[in-house]
T-cell receptor
């Protein structure tokens, strides 16, 4: 079974631009979560989508948004990029169907650099 | 105070050593405790998870949870160079509304 895939793998943007990242979960997984990973803060939870609805949300500003499509694929959008948004953005899918995250599987991430 | 505290290391051990990795936490509502391994330039890989207190063993890996002390551990027996990676602890409540990672411990196993 194919794993979680994320595109693009690397991205360079400038301040003020916006960016859209894509995630395809493992087949049959309906929950998709997004995380930001930086050296200083580690992994921080952004939000989770299940059946096209945002189910949980972390403590990030409204510039960070997401959506999920009927095929469970998810996109994350960051508007008005800031230098501090440079990070590895990870997507994870979960087969459990519950909102617990004990069995989630991560993709390889999208490395975003904001100049 | 951070929800989850993890010593970043780095930790360097000889091949065959027993490795102990630890995290402490402050939120008594956490019920699920996970350990992930992350190789350089890769996403985290789930190693094992434990519900509530107790021990869980999987091959060379043993996870322990002590909820009374708010302390979790991962033990790696007979460590191998391929175990060299960053190890992340993570925990969540039953409803999954709060999900937190430690900052990770960098481990190097020297042949």
């Amino acid at each position: 079974k194919a794993g979680v895939t994320q595109t693009p793998r690397y991205l360079i943007k400038t301040r003020g631009q916006q960016v859209t990242l894509s995630c395809s979960p493992i087949s049959g997984h309906r929950s998709v979560s997004w995380y930001q990973q930086t050296p200083g803060q580690g992994l921080q939870f952004l939000f989770e989508y299940f059946s096209e609805t945002q189910r949980n949300k972390g403590n990030f500003p409204g510039r960070f948004s997401g959506r999920q499509f009927s095929n469970s694929r998810s996109e994350m959008n960051v508007s008005t990029l800031e230098l501090g948004d440079s990070a590895l953005y990870l997507c994870a899918s979960d087969p459990s169907g519950t909102s617990g995250k004990e069995t989630q599987y991560f993709g390889p991430g999208t490395r975003l650099l904001v100049l | 105070q951070k929800e989850v505290e993890q010593d970043p290391g780095p930790l360097s051990v000889p091949e065959g050593a027993i490795v102990s990795l630890n995290c402490t936490y402050s939120n008594s509502a956490f019920q699920y405790f996970m350990w992930y391994r992350q190789y350089s330039r890769k996403g985290p890989e789930l190693l094992m998870y434990t519900y509530s207190s107790g021990n869980k063993e999987d091959g060379r890996f043993t996870a322990q949870v002590d909820k009374s002390s708010k302390y979790i551990s991962l033990f790696i027996r007979d460590s191998q160079p391929s175990d060299s990676a960053t190890y992340l602890c993570a925990m969540t409540t039953t409803g999954g509304n709060q999900f937190y990672f430690g900052t990770g411990t960098s481990l190097t196993v020297i042949p």
